[in-house]
């Protein structure tokens, strides 16, 4: 069924494993979707949680039943692409996230990607409505 997800494909004269594009292009919706100051001519950076991303990165046509799972999703794409320092958590996320990372690097149950435990969802549910993020501006 997920085979076609490990297929390669070529993009821009490269070979590319076909899942490594899609994350790619969802990245680019999240991107996108953030608002940046420098098109809207403001230069305050309005900070959006991964819970108000779902709709504009997944549409009106997702589920109800799906917008937590899409929710934790784009909340793992913007901590990568806070690694990767294309957006920065807003400072009242700050420590929020720095206790999410660590919880990763003890291999915290509650954080495992397949834990649905209460306990689990409950601390999900937290990070993608409370941890916000802006565009880092270069």
Known sequence: MWSGLWRHVVFSGTEQPCHLLFSQAREAQILCALPNPTHTGTPQRHPMTAHDLVHPVYGPKLPHALRGAA????FQHLDKLA????????????????EYRTRVAKGDEHVAVESRSRGAVQYKQQLVNNVAFVLTLM
């Not at 320092?85 to 996320?93: A, I, M, Q, R, T």
């Open 71 to 74: 929710a934790w999703n784009v």
């Open 83 to 98: 690694n990767e320092g294309k957006v920065e958590p807003s400072p009242s996320s700050t420590t929020l996230l720095q």
